[in-house]
């Protein structure tokens, strides 16, 4: 079993940055596809990052690209997401997902292909 922690959420202006970072535990999830969704109030949950197992191919919501990147610290078992120029639509749980992969270079978008779940982390953005 691997347990997925989230942190750095919290209430930010619209323009802000902010990092979230997610530690995982139970096993080290060096070869595991890891991403992030998030869910809005009243919304389905969304894709918005994913990257490979070994960092080198990573994917993106088309809201999130050219202001959030994903990266991924293996030794610390750990995966974050740098959100800059945020939006009051941003405003949503933001959960650290991770499923154990073949390929190297598989990255996940579907909320299906992710076995282990964080608990989420709540981001706000104001205007």
């Known amino acids: 079993q691997v347990q997925l922690v989230e942190s750095g959420g919290g209430l930010v202006q619209a323009g802000d940055s902010l990092r979230l970072s997610c530690t995982a535990s139970?096993?080290?999830?060096?070869?595991?596809?890891l991403g992030w969704f998030r869910q809005a109030p009243g919304k389905e949950r969304e894709f918005v990052a994913g990257?490979?197992?070994?960092?080198?191919?990573?994917d993106y919501e088309e809201f999130a690209k050219g202001r959030f990147s994903i990266g991924r610290d293996n030794p610390g078992n750990a995966v974050w997401l740098q959100m800059n120029g945020m939006e009051p639509e941003d405003t949503a749980v933001y959960y650290c997902?991770?499923?154990?992969?073949?390929?190297?270079?598989?990255?996940?978008?579907?909320?299906?292909?992710?076995?282990?779940w964080g608990q989420g982390t709540q981001v706000t953005v104001s205007s």
């Open positions: 997902v991770a499923s154990p992969v073949m390929s190297g270079s598989a990255v996940y978008r579907r909320p299906d292909e992710y076995k282990y």
């Open positions: 139970g096993r080290t999830v060096s070869t595991y596809a």
């Open positions: 990257i490979s197992r070994g960092g080198e191919d990573r």
